[in-house]
């Protein structure tokens, strides 16, 4: 291997060792001869495109859990009320209300 093509494959090495171990931060800084410098740019430029679509996933992923925070408390408030109505029409105290027959007749029901 000629020993420029070999100073580009050391220069990447441990930066690809990185980016296996998620450690997305990592670039290729040193430029590389000038025929495979465009290779560099490319690596360099799909990291960091990398980093902007995974910080995009945990933003939304944060919006989830608090959308799901919010959707778990509403759901939990909904059954307390449900659970209270029930035991307050399973004990007869439910509310009146006062239904008409098409506006002729008036009926109550407790």
Known sequence: MPPQLRDCVAQAQPV????NI?????????AFIPALDQLRLDFNASVAT??????????????????AGELSAAASNLSMRTERQA????????????????????????
């Open 16 to 19: 690809l060792h990185n980016l």
């Open 22 to 30: 998620c450690r997305i931060t990592c670039e290729i800084d040193e």
């Open 50 to 67: 990398l980093r902007t679509a995974l910080r995009k996933v945990g933003e939304n992923a944060f919006s989830i859990d608090a959308s």
């Open 87 to 110: 035991a307050s029409v399973g004990n007869g105290r439910g509310p009146r209300r006062d239904y008409r027959d098409h506006g002729r007749n008036r009926i109550l029901l407790a």
